[in-house]
């Protein structure tokens, strides 16, 4: 079975600080990792994804996301936040072996973002 | 260009009423899928579509059924609708599974 776990309910920061939004994952053998972004009374938006390659991916809107293996971890960054960037930020997992095509997402961290 | 688009936005039932949610892409994608989001809880899907004719159980599939009959159109259905149905319904459709692309949801309660 495949997991994803963004163990932060709420990012708090300041408009031009950096940010990090976590997500740690579980799944058998090498993942496919994406990151999408809910605005309210949105739908999700897809932001980027890792699927092999550089471990840093570079995405939509100045985001970009650290792979790490050996921590199992897929970390949303951001040099210097926008009030713009206040959202609900979802990390998902698909495993390369997964035997159907669908993603498991996390349980979403809410970035605020202040003036 | 629409993209996916989810009838209705709102919907208020009765316990035991039965209703179908539309879902309808215009990308000519494959693949189409059903996620309920509840706080707290994120994305959890349904049912999902690997292609015209096709059908399969994601992760919370009971109160639920599905049919894609057309390519371009994902519904789902209630039969007996129970309160703890009561969720924001998520669409999405994919050309394959790299990247989905989401409607703007439906917000069902029940009464």
């Known amino acids: 079975a495949q997991s994803v776990a963004q163990p932060e309910d709420q990012v708090n920061v300041a408009e031009g600080n950096p940010l990090t939004v976590k997500c740690t994952y579980s799944?058998?053998?090498?993942?496919?990792l994406f990151w999408y972004v809910q605005y309210p009374n949105r739908g999700l938006q897809f932001l980027l994804k890792?699927?092999?390659?550089?471990?840093l991916v570079k995405g939509s809107y100045g985001f970009e996301a650290e792979f790490n293996k050996s921590q199992t971890s897929f970390h949303l960054k951001k040099p210097s936040a926008l009030v713009s960037d206040s959202a609900l930020y979802f990390c998902?997992?698909?495993?390369?072996?997964?035997?159907?095509?669908?993603?498991?997402f996390g349980k979403g961290t809410m970035l605020l973002v202040s003036p | 260009n629409a993209g996916v688009t989810q009838t209705p936005k709102f919907r208020v039932l009765k316990t035991g009423q039965s209703m179908t949610l539309l879902c309808a892409q215009d990308?000519?994608?494959?693949?189409m899928y059903w996620y309920r989001q509840d706080p707290g809880m994120g994305l959890r899907l349904i049912h999902y579509s690997v292609g015209e004719g096709t059908t399969a159980k994601g992760e919370v599939p009971d109160g639920y059924n599905v049919s894609r009959l057309k390519k371009q159109n994902f519904l789902l259905g209630l039969e007996s609708a129970a309160p703890s149905q009561t969720s924001v319904y998520f669409c999405?459709?994919?050309?394959?599974?790299?990247?989905?692309?989401f409607g703007a949801g439906t917000r069902l309660s029940v009464l």
């Open positions: 799944v058998s053998g090498n993942p496919y």
């Open positions: 998902a997992v698909r495993g390369q072996n997964s035997g159907y095509s669908t993603l498991t």
């Open positions: 999405a459709s994919s050309p394959d599974w790299w990247v989905q692309y």
């Open positions: 990308m000519n994608h494959e693949y």
């Open positions: 890792y699927i092999t390659g550089d471990n």
